[in-house]
Nanobody, 125 residues
Framework: QVQLVESGGGLVQAGGSLRLSCAAS????????MAWFRQAAGKEREFVAAVKWSGSSTYYGDSVKGRFTISRDNAKIMVYLQMNRLKAEDTAVYYC??????????????????WGQGTQVTVSS
């Protein structure tokens, strides 16, 4: 059983920063890629960022490019999301996702079989 546990969400003013963390655990879990998605109230879950576990390839959604940075710690099997210059429209529940297998697209939530419970990020304007 693979478990993903997010932390670091909270309330922040527009223009501020937050750092989300996600810890992965599970017997025989091997990581191919980890990602962050978010879901605002009444909207579909949206791709935010992903990182391939081998190498340094990263991928970002258009709305967060230049403001968010995804990083990983291979030894701890953790992924981080540094969020800067936050906007009110970044308000959402942020989910950590992971996969153990190669996939054609990092952007589709359908390619990630493992999910965390989510952490709320609220940006006040």
């Amino acid at each position: 059983q693979v478990q993903l546990v997010e932390s670091g969400g909270g309330l922040v003013q527009a223009g501020g920063s937050l750092r989300l963390s996600c810890a992965a655990s599970g017997r025989s879990f091997s990581t191919y890629a980890m990602a962050w998605f978010r879901q605002a109230a009444g909207k579909e879950r949206e791709f935010v960022a992903a990182v391939k576990w081998s190498g340094s390839s990263t991928y970002y959604g258009d709305s967060v490019k230049g403001r968010f940075t995804i990083s990983r710690d291979n030894a701890k099997i953790m992924v981080y999301l540094q969020m800067n210059r936050l906007k009110a429209e970044d308000t959402a529940v942020y989910y950590c996702a992971a996969t153990s297998w190669p996939m054609s697209s990092y952007y589709s939530r359908l390619n990630y079989p493992y999910w965390g419970q989510g952490t709320q990020v609220t940006v006040s304007s």
